[in-house]
């Protein structure tokens, strides 16, 4: 959001993500399978950069293509082959984006590996795939120029064996073992899978019942031997699970007659279990044995767990340089607003002295602990902007959480505007939310958070509160909101910028990583209901390790990571930019999306880049979703049209969940965020159409809806929505409310005709359909520069029913320098805006 035009050139990130490693290849004397293989190519430049130049073994030749973005080079092995390196040696004309892919027959391929950012070079890929062709799939070109290859060197070997066979160890042998029931002291669970078979677990007399074991990690499943006791299971399943909570069945047997029987089975899992039905017999189930084989009858499974890649900087109180390490990123972030650099602090517990962390673009900061408290720094968690000449309003992209700090000169800086959530923090004395100078800032949000001093926003425009204890509270410029805040202003709408609440009616914490001992967890918190301060340090929630989750890494494919929540697992995207060649599909529920340092989504081809099931309890967090440059239907969407259950127990939430069209390029989407589902909790999301930047066009960016909500029940707390083509928010879902909604409509608007719908002139920023009963909402702000039509008259900024159930608090509509204006402020009803003097018309109840 900004308060004019700012007409600024950025610098480009120097960050590179998914760089290849740049190792030479496997070993100098190997030959690769590719060398003096037939090439083909889109394009070639000349006829002395033919596509056999690539694989011909001679450095000092080459391959390049026509001077265009699409471009492919592609190698027949001559047979199939498992490959497990390719490596690209590249001319001074290289791939900046590109994918490697393999194929059994040449015309459907699979990507080995994404690759964005080379610095070209020789770029080392290490892969794993079989097929017979291999090629290089450009994305974006370097240079003005073509793709140009020195070499194309595929490595690897041909024949053998492609399905690895199921294995003769038993795989459950000795592993931790639980069951439903057993049927006394010396028949535990733990005695199916001893290697004993004199010994057995039996369960009490009653249906159904289960045993169960756990691997220790996930594993490929090939077969399951049950040896049973006299007192067997008729009818049962065989089943799998990648956190023991979820389950899919491999199996079902049903008349089953007892003794010793083998299944072979298909899938993976770490949890393996045996959920008998239907009894034999008059007794309970018993099983002398349980073995578990596994090995390969199909994809291997994916491994949870791992480490988080490069971009996530762990350190604690004894790191040496500290400072140093938070600067030279610092150095790197500052002004690259659209670059590609991402970078997670993790901070162990214990004190830390004498630190200033500044925070820069898409870089975040988090403590540790399970409560903030347990990190201490006695110093300072920075934001400022020196870098744009003390403007704070675009300082986006950017977080801190789950820390405390004493600040060195009594108040913390956090001078931010949005996307740029400080959550779960402990300010042991002041915060001030303005830059340097006292210059515009355009933010903002907090929550769960105390802060023991007073937070002073100065020349904030807006900011939003939630569940947190403040010391006290000055000043603000136009919106400030509050729900569940202790020691909060109190409503003054109608003579200044405060709407506050006294709880905030469902809320539920953003996950969160954190160390248990020396071993990774995230924390999942609990929901809370009419909440009113934080939520620490009583904690209610659930742990899960991090084995349960994917750790995702630049590079990795929409197949693989879809692949792992089949699977079961979770995701934890590190910080990296993720082009997304399918829709990422989360179908299971409680699955916990999270991401670290802003990891960005990037749909290509004009896929949607996330679709959520109408199931309970999915959580989406801490991640960015960039529109490609093919236009895209729905960015995200959860639910699906239709969806009808009640998920008001166990609802979904997206947190600290951002999008944007254009400014890193240009991009296209029809919607960015639609809401099918009931009782979604949105809690601060800021979805952008750029207004500055890359690719930035009426219709070169053009994005028709913001938020689309058709879902009932649905909570939105902390909607920051901006600059669409059409309605920023439409809202058809019944007993919707929000809590504090700031909006700017686009500027590039041409003029009036060009918004003017059904008789309107502009559509609504926040649009009610005629056809809800039941809505309400708290803390609104809406505001027009139009920079390319300044003489267009926009309607209203709100558009509602008018009806009894329809309730409509402290709203406000802005003119920014006089640049178009607003006739009225809902439907029409509240003084026009006039002149040149940003003030605000407002309307503290509708109707």
């Known amino acids: 959001m900004r308060l004019r035009s700012l007409g600024v050139a950025l610098a480009a990130a120097a960050a590179l993500i998914a760089l290849p490693t740049t190792h030479p290849p496997a070993a100098a004397a190997e030959t690769p399978l590719s060398q003096g293989k037939s090439a083909t190519a889109s394009s070639e430049e000349n006829a002395g950069t033919a596509a056999a130049k690539g694989v011909d073994g001679d450095t000092g ?38 994918k490697v892919q393999i194929s059994k027959d040449g015309s459907a391929w699979t990507d080995l590996k ?26 974006h070109r370097a240079t003005q120029w073509g ?59 009653s249906d159904p019942q289960w045993l169960q074991v756990d691997l220790g990690a996930a594993k490929d499943l090939c077969k399951v031997d049950l040896t049973w006791e006299a007192a067997y299971g008729k009818d049962f399943q065989i089943q799998a699970s990648a956190d023991g909570q979820s389950w899919n069945t491999l199996k079902s047997v049903d008349g089953a007659t007892g003794g010793t029987a083998s299944y072979d089975v298909s899938g993976s899992g770490r949890y393996v279990r045996i959920l008998g039905t239907a009894r034999g017999t008059g007794y309970g189930y018993s099983l002398w044995e349980v073995a578990v084989h596994t090995g390969g009858t199909g994809t291997p499974p994916i491994e949870g767990g791992g480490d988080l890649g490069p971009n996530v900087i762990v350190v604690d109180p004894s790191t040496p340089n500290l400072q140093q390490k938070f600067d030279d990123v610092f150095k790197q972030q500052e002004s690259s607003q659209f670059g590609t650099g991402r970078y997670q602090f993790l901070l162990k517990p214990g004190t830390y ?24 720094i006695n110093g300072d968690v920075t934001v400022d902007a020196g870098w744009f000449n003390g403007n704070a309003t675009q300082n986006f992209w950017r977080s801190a959480e789950n820390l405390a700090i004493r600040p060195s000169h009594g ?59 403040v010391g006290g509270w000055t000043n603000g410029v136009w919106n400030m909101t509050f729900s569940g805040v202790q020691g909060a202003p109190a409503t003054n709408f109608d003579s200044g910028p405060y709407t506050t609440l006294d709880t905030t009616p469902v809320s539920r914490e953003k996950p969160f990583l954190y ?37 995702v890494k630049p590079g990795a494919t929409a197949t693989t990571i879809n692949a792992a929540l089949a699977q079961g697992l979770n995701l934890l995207f590190t910080p990296g930019v993720y082009h997304l060649d399918r829709t990422i599909d989360v179908t299971r529920a409680n699955t916990v999306v999270l991401g670290l340092g802003l990891a960005t989504l990037i749909p290509d081809n004009g896929v949607d880049a996330m679709h959520v099931a109408d199931v309970d309890g999915v959580k989406l967090a801490g991640f960015l979703i960039d529109a490609g440059p093919v236009n895209s239907d729905t960015l995200l969407r959860i639910g699906a049209p239709g969806s009808g259950a009640d998920h008001s127990a166990n609802p979904t939430s997206m947190q600290d969940v951002f999008v944007r069209i254009g400014g890193a390029g240009p991009g296209l989407a029809t919607n960015s965020v639609v809401v099918d589902s009931n009782n979604v909790i949105i809690d601060h999301t800021w979805l952008w159409r750029a207004d500055h930047g890359t690719g930035v066009g009426w219709d070169t960016n053009r994005a028709d809806y913001g938020l689309r ?88 900024g709100f558009q509602v029913p008018t009806t009894t159930g329809i309730k409509m608090h402290d709203l406000l509509v802005i003119s920014l320098g006089g640049k178009g204006q607003y006739a009225h402020v809902v439907n029409s009803t509240g003084a026009a805006t006039s002149g040149t003097d940003t003030v605000p018309s407002k309307i503290t109840s509708f109707p």
């Open 61 to 98: 030749t080459r391959w390049s293509s026509a001077a265009t973005d699409d471009q492919w080079f592609q190698v027949d092995l001559g047979a199939t082959a498992s490959v497990t390196q390719v490596v690209l040696n590249w001319e001074t004309a290289y791939g900046k984006d590109y």
């Open 114 to 139: 994404s690759v964005t950012g080379s610095d070209g070079g020789a770029d080392t890929l290490d892969v794993s795939g079989q097929g017979r062709y291999v090629r290089m799939l450009g994305v």
């Open 147 to 205: 793709y140009s290859l020195w070499e194309f060197q595929v490595f690897g070997a041909t024949g053998g064996s492609t399905q690895p066979t199921c294995g003769t160890a038993n795989a459950a042998q000795g592993r931790p073992a639980t069951a439903s029931s057993t049927e006394n002291a010396g028949t535990p669970a733990s005695a199916a899978f001893d290697g004993n078979t004199g010994t057995r677990w039996s369960s009490q007399a």
């Open 353 to 376: 002295n004498g630190v200033n962390a500044q925070i820069g673009f898409y870089t975040s900061i988090s403590g540790l602990g399970l409560n903030p408290d347990d990190t201490q």
């Open 411 to 469: 108040d913390d800086r956090w001078a931010v505007a949005q996307a740029a959530p400080f959550r779960r923090i402990h300010v042991q004395g002041g915060l001030n939310l303005a830059p340097n100078g006292y210059g515009w800032a355009s933010g903002g949000y907090i929550a769960d958070s105390k802060i023991d001093g007073t937070v002073g926003p100065y020349s904030q425009q807006q900011w939003y509160t939630r569940d947190s204890s």
């Open 515 to 551: 160390l248990d001992g020396s071993t990774y967890k995230v924390f999942v918190p609990a929901k809370r209901t009419n909440a009113r301060g934080v939520s620490w340090p009583a904690n209610a929630g659930t742990s899960l390790p991090l084995d349960q989750f994917y750790v």
């Open 709 to 796: 909500v058709n879902g009932n029940d649905v909570l939105a707390t902390g909607l920051f929505v901006e600059h669409f083509n059409k309605y920023d928010v439409y809202w058809s879902g019944e007993r919707g409310r929000t809590i504090f909604f700031q909006n700017e409509k686009a500027y590039d608007a041409p003029n009036a005709a060009a918004i003017t719908h059904d008789g309107i002139v502009g559509y609504a920023a926040y649009k009610v359909a005629d056809t809800v009963g039941t809505h309400e909402a708290w803390g609104l702000g809406s505001y027009c520069n139009y920079t390319s039509g300044p003489s267009i008259v926009q309607a209203h």
